[in-house]
């Protein structure tokens, strides 16, 4: 063995990598200071931070690599004005953020502007979001944009002043799952059935304080759209974050964007992007393989995202931990999940409300009417979504079908006040939660795919096909 150096635990994950890269030092008591390449804010949480930070003569190390959009409280009408607002006094909040942003001199793209959206659909759509950099938000949903090879976690209001302050973070590295997911999606199963597949089979507490990485031949097939679809719902079974290493597909996708690298950078970033992967025997505290044939199309029944079944299937029999949400739900076990009557149709959010989602959508509901009795709302993830769906006449189908059509938010997500759906509504929505009263007081909501949204609204119950 005389000249052979022999390794061992020197392969890396992805994750490893990026954390490795931005270690600034690592500290007493377990924590490690990271290097943030980038902070984006919201309206509803960000503004907390851009305030704190103003009232208190801060400055942002790095304002040019801070980002703050409107989007959570924003109204959704098409003809919204500035300070339209779907919170009683959100007015007053979203011009108190604004102030703040213009004051703090970062990158503010305001209500009107024409890159507003939802912080996880613009980030990449702007090409902010960047294979190799870090990247925090205010906001649970940050690990979306892990789908681009970033590493993206969502972090509390406090922590982003600091962030924005300080240019670092410090943060006890987590634990670090794969998830593989060999062989190929079967026709008509989206990454969104997937990830409730998943969430489903290892439960909400599932990945808890786990980055996790998602691999394997079903995710090098997918689009950029899809992953953000997949990585966006990481939280929802307790991640820290996802991640997924960038391949042609993400240099296409980042390439031309708005503020991606250019010339020389661009070629030196291509260059550093092929670097993150998986070295071959880096190990993870968990490592699960999942056959893709075996995902099938999937509805939640229940008031968390893991209380999911095929849409073929049946609402489980009762356990002491489903009582509760049976009632919620109003459902009895046994009953066929198409069988269930819905009053509501919501295609928009983080999760489903890009131009593919809107496309898949209108595929469907083209030439047919949704059913009488259902309120079928759709808002685009951002304006550049929504812009190019209207190019492509997505909105006419839409309307056509009677669909509600709305400017880019979060809009019917979460209930932030104002105007939802009636108390005791049933509705299939392309969200993420499911949690009691999370689309308003009293509305049910079953979690699905763009797909089983709109061909649900047409047959006005839950469905696979109008
Ligand atoms: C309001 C915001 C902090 C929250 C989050 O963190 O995710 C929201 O976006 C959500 O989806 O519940
Ligand atoms: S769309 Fe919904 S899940 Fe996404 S950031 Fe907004 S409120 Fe949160």
Known sequence: MDGCLIYYGMEETLFDKLWNQHLVQSLDGGEDLIAIDRVFLHERTGSVALMSLVDSGRKAVRPEHVFCTMDHIVSNKSDRDKDDAR???????????????????????????????????????????????????????????????????????????????????????????????????????????????????????????????????????????????????????????????????????????????????????????????????????????????????????GTNPSQAVAITGEVPSLDASSERALEYMNLRPGTAITDLKIDGAFIGSCTNARLSDLRIAAKILEGQKVASGVTAICVPGSMAVRRAAEAEGLDKIFKAAGFEWGAAGCAFCFYAGGETFSPGSRVISSTNRNFEGRQGPGVRTHLASPAIVAASALAGRISLTS
């Open 87 to 301: 919170t009683p006094d959100g007015d007053v909040f979203i011009s108190a953020t604004r102030r703040a942003a213009k004051k703090a001199g970062v990158n503010l793209i305001d209500v009107l502007d024409a890159n507003q959206g939802i912080v996880h659909v613009i980030s990449p759509e702007l090409g902010i979001a960047q294979p190799g950099l870090t990247l925090v938000c205010p906001d649970s949903h940050t690990c979306s944009q892990g789908a681009l090879g970033a590493l993206a976690w969502g972090i509390g209001s406090t922590d982003a002043e600091h962030a924005i302050a300080t240019g670092c973070l410090r943060i006890k590295k987590p634990r670090q799952m794969r998830i593989n997911v060999d062989g190929a999606l079967g026709s008509g199963v989206s990454a969104k059935d997937l990830v409730l597949h998943i969430i489903q089979t290892l439960g909400v507490d599932g990945a808890k304080r786990c980055a996790v990485e998602f691999s394997g031949d079903a995710i090098s097939a997918m689009s950029i759209e899809e992953r953000l679809t997949l990585c966006n719902m990481a939280v929802e079974f307790a991640a820290f974050t996802a991640i997924i290493a960038p391949d042609e597909t993400t240099i296409d996708y980042v390439k031309g964007k708005k503020f991606a690298p250019s010339g020389q950078a661009w070629n030196d970033a291509k260059a550093y992007w092929a670097s993150l992967v998986t070295d071959n025997g880096a190990e993870f505290d968990f490592d699960y393989t999942i056959k893709a044939a075996d995902v099938v199309p999937t509805v939640t029944w």
